[in-house]
């Protein structure tokens, strides 16, 4: 398993720069809460209105990570033109934590960022059906790959990405972004976990892997909403409407083979 957060940020003329203090100190909270799920690497990435972004990320857990020169480098760029704070905190399936590349979030140019949680079988075969080139060995890189090839200057063809998941069996939860369209951020919840909060007064979604993750986050802090995701869909968020997403259907071979098991279990 890893730990998928991150923080949407809507547009908001009068944001403060205590407001972004306050964004950038809960973000944080949340990747020292989602350690457990990832204690081997821990990465982060911004993305502003301009397309610009910043990965930082270290074979480090989060509670060492958010103290190193990487990660306070990083928070320096987060200002009022950021529209997205991307995280992720790493349990490795495939690829080695010792190589930056392979650790995430997962940036191909023209640039797709893209965090997932979950495992993909045969992705090296994938690889060879799609033709699509590769440079590490995590099974993760065929899913921002396969976004690379659907992404233009108006950003993700979300229609073809969803179709091109439908042969892929493992399991996933994922975020993605491109920074050709820095105001649509990508949520997909597979058959993995994946939980969102709005909060319509500030215009800002916040996600986490679990629930609890969230809460002990929020710390009881009031005005913040849940926004239902089931398995198999996807939501797609403009910074403009943060509160309005739109919502797509999708499914994989994995979801197939999820779904048997659930019922096969409840015979």
């Not at 964004?23 to 457990?36: A, I, M």
């Not at 821990?42 to 990570?65: I, N, S, Y």
């Not at 590490?136 to 921002?144: I, M, P, R």
Request: hydrophobic share 40%; charged share 20%; aromatic share 6%.
């Amino acid at each position: 398993m890893c730990g998928l957060t991150g923080s949407l940020i809507g547009n908001l003329p009068k944001r403060r720069v205590k407001d972004i203090e306050a964004l950038t100190d809960t973000f944080t909270r949340l990747l020292l809460l989602s350690e457990h799920r990832g204690p081997h690497a821990t990465g982060v990435a911004w993305v502003k209105r301009d397309g610009t972004m910043q990965v930082a990320k270290e074979p480090l857990p989060a509670r060492t990570f958010v103290q190193s020169g990487a990660f306070l480098d990083w928070l320096l760029g987060v200002d009022r033109q950021v529209t997205y704070l991307m995280g992720h905190t790493r349990w490795p399936s495939r690829g080695r934590v010792s190589n930056p590349a392979e650790n995430h979030p997962l940036c191909c140019a023209p640039p797709i960022l893209l965090t997932h949680n979950g495992t993909i079988s045969d992705h090296m075969r994938h690889y060879a059906r799609l033709r699509l080139r590769h440079a590490t060995q995590v099974d993760s890189e065929l899913l921002a790959r396969i976004g690379q090839h659907h992404a233009g200057t108006t950003g993700v063809d979300l229609d073809a990405y969803l179709d091109a998941l439908q042969p892929l069996n493992g399991s996933m939860s994922v975020a993605l972004v491109a920074t050709t369209r820095p105001d649509e951020i990508i949520l997909l919840k597979g058959n993995m976990p994946l939980e969102v909060r709005l909060h319509r007064r500030k215009r800002v979604v916040l996600y986490a892997s679990e629930a609890r993750i969230l809460d002990m986050a929020l710390d009881g802090e009031a005005g913040w909403e849940e926004i239902p995701v089931v398995p198999g869909e996807a939501l797609v968020f403009n910074t403009a409407a943060i509160h309005a997403p739109q919502r797509m259907r999708f499914t994989f071979s994995g979801m197939a083979v999820t779904r048997t098991r659930i019922s096969l279990t409840g015979i």
